[in-house]
């Protein structure tokens, strides 16, 4: 309220009279002095009392000093936080200046925390690696994207700790290990492992191995359990056998669709092989691409029928024969047979496996006599197969056949620490949420919310923030999502694989508004 006295002195020149009139006007005016707004991270478990940033916004001179904008900072006890789209608090009775409320350190914060995804469910005898892909964050829940932040080094580094048999196997716990650092510009980085041959040796047995991994410098009491991976060691007794066999090894391992594998065929003579027949049949679900034999040695022809089978009938020529020796002392490669699984059909997206028969149609050796293997009788004769089902005697071979499968998701915000600001414009506020699929190849990419892969996301706290429908976005509003975290989480799930998480710190304002006035009138007369 405010009483202004005005004073008018008129002079009538024409009388020399001066009359003087005095007017008093009461008016009521709203104090011009900005409402006090508090963002806060709050702090909860008993982490400790808060520290309190207080900023002086807008260019005027109050006279009293009163408090003015509050910040709870996080449990680090730095006052991360947010440049303001516009100056919302300040405070009557203190020195003012113009300028955001908090603003983000300009320098990357140092490596604190990482996410993975195991991409391997099993390493194979003919696949010794164990693959995942990781994503580092600082101290700000920020997306580290190169080597190093702030200063120190963001190198991952992943361990496969064998189990008791597999430890065993190489006498004594031997633990394997490799590095990575971020370099994509999702920021991810792969790693790959490659296991003890002695954990596949023939005769051993299936195994599990533990994955672990964290951060390089924390050491091994920093790391983190990621999964297991099964592990599949060479058929037992397939490493030697009789004499008077031909032997096709396939895969032990799963075979992607659209990938290639080797059917490798050898003879186990007592004198050298100079000429040989072999055929395979097979489901429309495989495709032979390529016969191939050691030319220096071998002439022959083949025949390819698509979707169906394919032969070689190859002989070693007079002249090349001299260059033989009489016998081998292991097994004599034949001819290898490429295959491809040809996607869209058979097991090709719901996984499950296909049988190539593999036999002898004729086979002579260097003294020129006509070999039936394995005390066959007639040709077509069969031949011993190794591959994922063990050794067969019937010259069947089971190919696995798994389609690619999605392992994990990692998450990335623009920045890690946010501000709600839903609750002082009223209007709901969305951030882009980016959600990566990392696959059985350790392959990433981007998830679009419109693919219809994002079976679920939720948060962990729906107080602090929720989630787009479509899980595309993190989600403030003004009624539902009241308060601040120095650190929630969120999590999205990709098809049926484990959902992946993101860690987040959530400044939110403390409402009602409080204004506060220098003084509650001023008059003048």
Not at 33 to 62: C, D, H, K, T, W
Request: hydrophobic share 40%; charged share 10%.
């Amino acid at each position: 309220t405010t009483t202004t006295t005005t004073t008018t002195t008129t002079t009538d020149t024409t009388t020399t009279d001066t009359t003087t009139t005095t007017t008093s006007t009461t008016t009521t005016t709203t104090a011009t002095e900005p409402a006090v707004v508090v963002l806060s991270n709050s702090l909860a478990g008993g982490l400790g009392a808060p520290s309190v940033l207080a900023r002086q916004l807008n260019a005027s001179e109050p006279t009293s000093s009163d408090t003015v904008a509050q910040f709870r900072a996080n449990p680090r006890g730095q006052a991360f936080g947010y440049t303001a789209e516009a100056q919302y608090a300040a405070g009557a009775g203190a020195t003012l200046v113009s300028q955001p409320l908090l603003s983000l350190p300009a320098s990357a914060g140092q490596p604190a925390q990482v996410r993975g995804v195991l991409a391997s469910a099993a390493a194979y005898v003919d696949q010794r690696q164990v693959q995942a892909r990781f994503m580092v964050f600082d101290e700000h829940f920020d997306v580290v994207r190169s080597s190093s932040s702030g200063g120190a080094s963001a190198l991952v580094r992943m361990v496969v700790v064998p189990g008791p048999g597999l430890a065993a196997l190489s006498g004594g716990n031997v633990n394997v290990s490799a590095t990575c650092s971020p370099a994509s510009p999702a920021g991810s980085c792969a790693v790959q492992v490659q296991l003890p041959a002695a954990w596949f040796a023939d005769g051993a047995p299936a195994g599990t191995a533990s994955v672990y991994y964290g951060l390089d410098q924390a050491g091994s009491g920093g790391l983190q359990l990621l999964g297991q991976v099964a592990t599949f060691p060479a058929p037992a007794g397939s490493t030697a056998f009789s004499a008077s066999r031909v032997i096709g090894r396939g895969p032990v391992r799963s075979v992607l669709p659209g990938a290639t594998f080797n059917l490798d065929v050898s003879a186990q003579l007592a004198v050298s092989a100079v000429s040989f027949t072999l055929r395979v049949q097979h489901s429309p679900a495989l495709e032979v691409v390529s016969i191939t034999v050691d030319p220096s040695l071998w002439t022959g022809a083949e025949s390819i029928t698509a979707g169906a089978s394919a032969s070689a009938s190859y002989a070693i020529p007079d002249a090349n024969r001299n260059s033989l020796p009489p016998s081998y002392s292991g097994e004599q490669p034949l001819a290898r047979f490429t295959f491809r699984v040809v996607p869209g059909t058979g097991p090709a997206f719901t996984g499950g496996s296909e049988t190539i028969l593999l036999t002898v149609g004729f086979l002579s050796d260097l003294d020129s006599s006509t070999i039936l293997p394995q005390g066959a009788t007639a040709y077509p004769a069969p031949t011993t197969t190794v591959g994922r089902g063990g050794v067969a005697l019937t010259g069947e071979l089971s190919v696995q056949i798994e389609p690619v499968a999605v392992r994990g998701a990692l998450l990335t915000v623009p920045r890690g620490t946010v501000a709600n600001r839903a609750r002082l414009s009223g209007s709901p506020q969305e951030i882009p949420l980016s959600v990566y699929q990392v696959d059985s190849r350790n392959q990433i990419s981007l998830v679009a919310p419109a693919s219809g892969l994002l079976t679920s996301c939720s948060s962990a706290e729906p107080a602090v923030v929720k989630l787009k429908t479509d899980c595309s976005a993190l989600v403030f509003d003004s009624t539902t999502t009241t308060l601040g975290s120095p650190a929630t989480s969120v999590q999205v799930q990709v098809g049926t694989a484990p959902p992946g998480q993101l860690a987040l710190a959530v400044w939110a304002p403390e409402l009602p508004v409080q204004v506060a006035a220098a003084s509650s009138s001023s008059s003048s007369s």
